[in-house]
């Protein structure tokens, strides 16, 4: 949306109202993905009839909420008909393998984009205006809905990240910070020799067990 | 921000990411107009060290939302000086007189946006979750902020409308929903015969007769 080559055209005032409304783009990828209308889409469900019954939601509020999405580029729509858009189909049906909606749920939690509600205090002051420590204070069970939420992006990193760290025979790793533990299970099942203690607080550590079991791999917990 | 031509290139997750902030642009440029940042800049101070003592804000966070402005079109850089956008420049310098940046005010204000901070309900119900009549209860203060923060882009198409609109000799005018009146006061500045007549709430009215003392045009109120 950059304005780009000021001088050689007229001011655009459609420009200014875009970034105004910006916010809309965030609140309806949410909904699209909440709803779940990209895997209703991407299962073959693809009018304003069938995707309101896939999805349980109302009809008036799917074809809104579609015809929005055809416009940010992220449904096609030809005739009665849509399509997801190739960013769609890959990344926000949830029977893609490489599927991260998710993540919309933690980057939009309410509690994150609070530090965005009165941004001109925050930049008066030079640093945040929520209370002290915020979303770090210890054991805050935000960031067990970030292990479960971003995992899904994570996977490709954490296998290159694996396969640029790799040794033979036995390691020992230490995942500090470990959330979903996601990058120290790559390694070890690249290697199972490899030794992996996952640090981490409590609640969030549940998850990373979790995805231990789900990848066969043994990680031991601090 | 259309991703426009799926089918020619590889999914680009960045489209999705962008989408997911998109809401940090709305809170970015509503910050920036509320600081004044565009207006120290056109005035001439355009550095990270005159700018923050022009805006009685923070050099940290003036520094990073100009950077944050740069990369979203509405300031240039260039070594360590910042310059208006033509956009920026046209509508959202106050010493412009095509200046609207109060606008973001109105439109960004939390009870205008509280509808979008749960769209997933709202698609499912196919309306508003909000409370009956919301915004619009009879003499709601919000729509004086309307009045005030919306009437600076609407001098030009109120110009233009009452050259369209424009009669000769004693015509009656009847305003509804007047608001800032700017659409009554234009009819009657091109033709001073007309005699306009404005409906609003009466908080509402105090702005249009505001105005209209301004412009030196007589209105009747209702």
Not at 6 to 35: C, H, W
Not at 61 to 84: E, H, N, P, Q, W
Not at 138 to 152: E, I
Request: aromatic share 8%; net charge negative.
């Amino acid at each position: 949306m950059n304005a780009g080559n000021s001088a050689l055209r007229p001011p655009d005032p459609g420009i200014v109202f875009e970034s105004i409304n910006a916010y809309q783009r965030s609140a309806a990828l949410k909904a699209t993905v909440e709803v779940d209308v990209f895997s209703a889409v991407g299962a073959g469900d693809r009018t304003v009839e069938s995707i309101p019954k896939a999805t349980n939601a109302s009809p008036r509020g799917v074809r809104i909420l579609c015809d929005y999405m055809t416009l940010s580029g992220f449904l096609l729509k030809d005739a009665d008909r849509y399509s997801l858009s190739i960013e769609a189909a890959t990344f926000l049906d949830r029977n893609s393998p490489a599927y991260f909606g998710s993540a919309a749920y933690f980057m939009l939690n309410p509690d994150l984009i609070a530090g965005f509600q009165d941004l001109s205090a925050v930049v008066r002051a030079g640093t945040t205006t929520l209370p002290e420590q915020g979303t770090v204070t210890p054991d805050n069970p935000l960031w067990v809905d970030f292990a479960r939420q971003m995992a899904p992006m994570v996977h490709p990193s954490a296998h290159e990240i694996a396969e640029l760290a790799a040794g033979e025979g036995e390691l020992r790793v230490l995942d500090i910070a470990a959330g979903h533990g996601l990058f120290g299970i790559a390694m070890a099942q690249r290697n199972p020799k490899e030794y992996i203690v996952a640090l981490e607080w409590a609640r969030v550590l549940t998850v990373a067990r979790e995805n231990g079991c789900q990848f066969g791999v043994a990680v031991r917990y601090l």
